[in-house]
């Protein structure tokens, strides 16, 4: 599908800083902090709300009304807002029956409209066939096939909401039967559509981890003006295989290997907006503005580093 | 017959099978190294964590009754005999959704966690036979937290259509999109709010008559109301919803109460901001 729509270019988001994966649970803490009210705690220092943000799960918002979105506009008239879907399979989008709905796109789309978030993002993976939304993020096979399809899913998500999207590289636990690489895979995608990319680098260290992925050569592929998001999160053991695969949980702290692994990332893409994702075993907020807080000085850190002059090198004769 | 691996909708076909029925065989075929395929059990395992979560969160009463363990084992076998349908798992498990395909055709939902339960845990109905009631109630508090509480008839409106000359009986007025009139087979509406916020133990003895009942939820500056209704009270509602007729629904209560006050009610609701008006009259 021909798109009218620009192709995605990092230079042209407004979004920087670092930001966390808003949960019901932190609503009031985080409209106390914009309001100015910090606590001792670690978390919350008179600076922490420095470029701040924040980013939901667009399909949690799919409500008629009451506090849930109330409360998305308080956080969205203080902060900027990011909308990362997690269910819109674009790449089972050409199987039949049709596997995105008008519905879900016209909520998105309505989503979007109302609530205007600086990125809206969605995964470059698929999770419902045949009238089943199987309620996870489920691989693809980097096919030409699947390319296809996961740009028509693509074209087809940006054409109902009127913009261009981030797509999310997935965590991979196995290989399945390919014809590229997965930084090819997800480029082409992006190139073919105008989409961005969001790198989601928890999930490039657990395939590094469980499927021998190089992460260097990765995002070496990359082309940075496509890349408009980093993710970060914490993994755990797979209770099942516990010294043989990583699973992607959300559910703690950051490790040192992928905050290790995010330096790298800004090293080579430049700094680009990082977002702190906790999904299960949430802590208190002020935990996760602290780690949010090391995301933001590494980026500091990295556009203090550009901005200093290069020191000539010359050969003593 | 092998499976053609070049084809994306035989992967995704063997992928589908695999979610649901544990079957690997046809999906393992796709894969391109020595990992084990016990592997795949990731996207599994992780699918149905999700959706007894879902599952958790639309029906905590039930969740403290039983205890987690033993939902989680009746909710992951709902998951696997009726997975999610809709991309959305708000609602998941609910009565009487419609899915609404891309052809905007709205379909008939599939089995409800409750009819999965009466299907095939009957016997555990019979140890607890209000399940039902509590679903129901579980499902209407959520319902209406979700919908739009913000339109609503005021006093200030009634009393400028009165002084424009409007007869109130002929507008087109309703229940506010945020009300769930639910119908109760036992007497448990206070043990449901005193279990679900957590103000009786979950080892309370429960011991209950059977007493058809009604109770109705609305959404009210953010927060969901409830109060019980007489029987008069829960037909008079059911009706105005139905029709958004309030000389019908009124006929109907006083053929069942003579002695049925319409401008009594019709205040409470007012104060309650439980009455709205119909733009457009429902289909009859």
């Known amino acids: 599908m021909q798109s009218h729509l620009a192709q995605f270019d990092s230079k042209q988001s407004t979004l920087t800083g670092a930001g966390i994966n808003l949960k019901p649970q932190h609503y009031e803490a985080a409209l106390l902090l914009a309001d100015g009210h910090f606590s001792a705690d670690a978390g919350s220092q008179p600076n922490a709300v420095s470029e701040l943000w924040f980013e939901v799960h667009t399909e949690n918002y799919f409500v008629q009304g009451g506090p849930r979105l109330r409360y998305l506009q308080e956080i969205a008239d203080r902060f900027p807002l990011s909308f990362h879907g997690v269910a819109g399979s674009l790449g089972s989008f050409n199987e039949k029956p049709a596997t995105i709905t008008t519905s879900h796109l016209a909520q998105v789309s309505s989503l979007v409209k109302r609530f205007s978030p600086v ?199 | 017959m092998p499976a053609d691996h070049s084809s994306h909708s035989e992967y995704l076909r063997a992928f589908q099978q695999f979610m649901q029925t544990g079957e690997k065989a046809q999906l393992a075929s796709f894969l391109e190294d020595s990992r084990p395929e016990a592997f795949l059990s990731v996207y599994r395992n992780g699918f149905i964590r999700a959706s007894v979560s879902a599952l958790e969160s639309n029906f905590p009463t039930l969740v403290k009754l039983w205890g987690d363990d033993y939902f989680a084992q009746v909710a992951g076998a709902y998951v696997n005999a009726t997975p999610p349908s809709n991309a959305t798992l708000i609602g998941y498990g609910f009565e009487n959704r419609t899915e609404q395909s891309v052809d905007d055709e709205l379909e008939p939902s599939t089995l409800s966690f409750l009819e999965f339960l009466q299907q095939h845990l009957a016997e555990v109905l ?149 009455l709205q008006r119909l733009q457009k009259l429902p289909q009859k």
């Open chain 1, 119 to 317: 990125l809206v993002s969605e995964h470059a993976t698929w999770s419902t066939s045949q009238h089943a939304y199987f309620s996870d993020l489920l691989p693809l096979p980097r096919t030409q096939q699947a390319l296809n399809c996961l740009c028509d899913g693509i074209d087809r998500y940006q054409e109902a909401i009127g913009r261009t999207i981030l797509i999310e590289n997935p965590t991979n636990y196995l290989d399945f039967i390919s014809e590229m690489d997965e930084a090819d895979f997800l480029m082409e995608a992006a190139n073919r559509t105008g989409a961005g990319l969001l790198v989601d680098v928890n999930n490039l260290y657990l395939s590094y981890r469980n499927t021998a992925l190089n992460p260097q050569q990765y995002l070496e592929s990359l082309n940075p003006a496509k890349v408009g998001e980093i993710h970060i999160a914490g993994f755990d053991a797979d209770p099942n295989f516990p010294d043989d695969l990583l699973i992607d949980s959300h559910g703690a702290p950051v490790d040192e290997a992928v905050w290790d692994l995010l330096e790298t990332a800004i090293s080579i893409l430049g700094p680009k907006p990082v977002l702190l994702e906790r999904d299960d075993n949430v802590p208190e907020f002020s935990e996760l503005m602290t780690e949010r807080n090391r995301a933001y000085s590494i980026l500091m850190d990295s556009s203090r580093m550009a901005q200093q002059p290069q020191l000539a090198v010359t050969n003593a004769s």
């Open chain 2, 126 to 274: 019979v140890q607890f036979p209000y399940v039902p009631d509590i679903c129901r109630l579980d499902q209407a508090w959520l319902e209406s937290l979700n919908e739009n509480g913000e339109s609503f008839l005021t006093l200030e409106v009634v009393q400028d259509l009165i002084a424009q000359g409007e007869d109130l009986s002929e507008l087109p007025l309703t229940v506010v999109d945020s009300s769930r009139v639910v119908d109760l087979e036992f007497d448990i509406f206070e043990l449901w709010g005193q279990l679900r916020f957590g103000e009786i133990s979950e080892d309370h003895k429960i011991e209950l008559n059977p007493h058809q009942n009604s109770v109705i939820f609305w959404q009210m500056d953010l927060q969901v109301q409830a109060k019980p209704l007489s029987a008069v009270e829960a037909v008079f509602m059911k009706c105005l919803k139905q029709t958004a007729d309030i000389d019908e629904a009124t006929k109907q209560a006083l053929a069942m109460d003579e002695s049925f006050d319409i401008s009594t009610l019709f205040a409470e609701l007012l104060n309650a901001h439980l």
